[in-house]
């Protein structure tokens, strides 16, 4: 189980128990469309932060929101028990929700349909912006186009590194492969190291 479905579990939970402030998650660019859909479908709000469990709790904070965390499996419960991502902490709270619903994680998250997601690294000499690099901008709005709404695509630098990073969601394998590898290639050719 990875952060998206801790997350769905704790949602659901907290929300039972009216513990779930204002009925919303904070979770990062980078969780899957699938569980927006699965919070959605429970009447609660996701809201996406940039990735970093900093930028998760500041969202947090800022709207009020007891629950979030990242896909990596960085939670952070703020009813209380802490306001950093603890992996013990984590695993008890589902471990007690197992307990209270009777439930296996499996049950819990049965409904949660995880869209097929590639995560893509390219290298690059220089971070430009990537609205100043036309193929790179036509590879990423065509993609969206493409997608239309039943998919999504993140592409970013990363924080630390000398790297791209291409994240596309679409309802097919073929499809998500596709576009990242146009992206890819479009990146490569204008910034590739």
Same mark, same amino acid.
């Given at each position: 189980?990875?952060?998206? +479905?801790?997350?769905?579990? =704790?949602?659901?939970?907290?929300?039972?128990?009216? =513990?779930?402030?204002?009925?919303?998650? &904070?979770?990062?660019?980078?969780?899957?469309?699938?569980?927006?859909?699965?919070?959605?479908?429970?009447?609660?709000?996701?809201?996406? +932060?940039?990735?970093?469990?900093?930028?998760?709790?500041?969202?947090?904070?800022?709207?009020? +929101?007891?629950?979030?965390?990242?896909?990596?499996?960085?939670? #952070?419960?703020?009813?209380?028990?802490?306001?950093?991502?603890?992996?013990?902490? $984590? =695993?008890?709270?589902?471990?007690?929700?197992?307990?209270?619903?009777?439930?296996?994680?499996?049950? #819990? &998250?049965?409904?949660?349909?995880?869209? @097929?997601?590639?995560?893509?690294? &390219?290298?690059?000499?220089?971070? $430009? @912006?990537?609205?100043?690099? @036309? @193929?790179?901008?036509?590879?990423?709005?065509?993609?969206?186009?493409?997608?239309?709404?039943?998919?999504?695509?993140? &592409?970013?630098?990363?924080?630390?590194?000398?790297? =791209?990073?291409?994240?596309?969601?679409?309802?097919?394998?073929?499809?998500?492969?596709?576009?990242?590898?146009?992206?890819?290639?479009? #990146?490569?050719?204008?910034?590739?190291?």
């Amino acid at each position: 189980m990875n952060g998206d +479905a801790v997350l769905l579990v =704790a949602a659901r939970e907290m929300q039972a128990r009216g =513990a779930l402030a204002n009925a919303t998650v &904070v979770a990062t660019t980078m969780s899957n469309m699938g569980l927006e859909l699965a919070l959605k479908r429970s009447g609660i709000r996701m809201l996406r +932060a940039n990735v970093g469990d900093k930028y998760v709790l500041e969202e947090m904070q800022r709207v009020g +929101a007891a629950l979030g965390g990242e896909q990596s499996g960085h939670i #952070l419960f703020r009813d209380g028990d802490a306001t950093t991502g603890d992996g013990l902490l $984590t =695993a008890l709270r589902v471990l007690e929700i197992m307990v209270r619903t009777g439930k296996t994680l499996a049950d #819990l &998250v049965s409904d949660l349909k995880v869209f @097929p997601q590639t995560i893509r690294n &390219v290298r690059v000499r220089q971070k $430009t @912006p990537f609205a100043q690099i @036309p @193929p790179v901008q036509a590879a990423i709005t065509a993609a969206e186009l493409e997608l239309d709404g039943n998919g999504r695509v993140v &592409v970013r630098y990363s924080g630390t590194e000398a790297l =791209a990073r291409v994240m596309i969601e679409a309802e097919s394998k073929e499809q998500m492969d596709r576009l990242a590898e146009s992206i890819v290639q479009a #990146l490569q050719s204008a910034l590739g190291a």
